[in-house]
């Protein structure tokens, strides 16, 4: 059984850069074909896929927020990360990480979540 456990601070004040940990257990986050998510929700609206890593390290970012993204990981941890810099009030989301299998040209499944974890950026 996979597990995905979302980490990190949860108030971050305005400008600063947001940091989320994903720490994965019973499968390892270099296994051929699964691509490893962050996906956030803001109070009262949908879902936002903010980008991936791939089993290779490959990343992939959402086009509104590639600006101001980063994910990389630590495979020693089985760990992966997001960096957001530049935070303001509208970044407060609940942020999920999730695993996706991907099927090729461009289709994924996604088959694990973490619970989430509640960001406020407010000073």
């Known amino acids: 059984q996979v597990q995905l456990q979302e980490s990190g601070p949860g108030l971050v004040k305005p400008s600063q850069t947001l940091s989320l940990t994903c720490t994965v257990s019973?499968?390892?986050?270099?296994?051929?074909?699964?691509?490893w998510t962050w996906i956030r929700q803001p109070p009262g609206k949908g879902l936002e896929w903010m980008g991936a890593i791939g089993y290779s390290g490959s990343t992939w970012y959402g086009p509104s927020l590639k600006s101001r993204t980063s994910i990389s990981r630590d495979t020693s941890k089985n760990q992966f990360t997001l960096q957001l810099s530049s935070v303001t009030p509208e970044d407060t989301a609940l942020y999920f990480c999730?695993?996706?299998?991907?099927?090729?040209?461009?289709?994924?499944?996604?088959?694990?979540w973490g619970q989430g974890t509640q960001v406020t950026v407010s000073s």
């Open positions: 019973g499968g390892s986050i270099t296994t051929n074909y699964y691509v």
């Open positions: 999730a695993r996706a299998l991907d099927y090729g040209w461009g289709s994924w499944e996604y088959d694990y």
